[in-house]
């Protein structure tokens, strides 16, 4: 029903910034909430960020907060994830979500209905 992708990963050196993009498609309109979720080689996958339909309601993660800035623009069908001061421990494949209707708890991963393949983010030191 809907699909997900994600863009604008890369490799950066520590410090620097990167941003990543969510595309939409398919029934958008089916598509609620959205999240951002990274993993890393051997760790559990963990919450990034998140933002409501109307961009009124934001949450970050403890390792995000005061660097990365979630933004979306609904005309677009697009979600952004503009992340600052970039550190190596932010290696990751980051992860794209969206909620159909429901959400509880927004840092949970299986409270999301759609997910993106992934993209891939290394940062060197």
């Known amino acids: 029903q809907v699909q997900l992708v994600e863009s604008g990963g890369g490799s950066v050196q520590a410090g620097g910034s990167l941003t990543l993009s969510c595309i939409a498609s398919?029934?958008?309109?089916?598509?609620?909430?959205m999240a951002w979720f990274r993993q890393a080689p051997g760790k559990e996958r963990e919450f990034v960020s998140a933002?409501?339909?109307?961009?009124?309601?934001?949450w970050y993660g403890d390792s995000a907060k005061g660097r990365f800035t979630v933004s979306r623009d609904n005309a677009k069908s697009t979600m952004y994830l503009q992340m600052k001061s970039l550190k190596v421990e932010d290696t990751a494949v980051y992860y794209c979500?969206?909620?159909?209707?429901?959400?509880?708890?927004?840092?949970?991963?299986?409270?999301?209905?759609?997910w993106g393949q992934g993209t891939q983010v290394t940062v060197s030191a």
């Open positions: 398919g029934q958008t309109f089916d598509v609620y909430s």
């Open positions: 933002i409501s339909w109307s961009g009124a309601d934001i």
């Open positions: 979500a969206g909620d159909s209707g429901g959400l509880s708890y927004y840092h949970i991963e299986s409270e999301y209905d759609y």
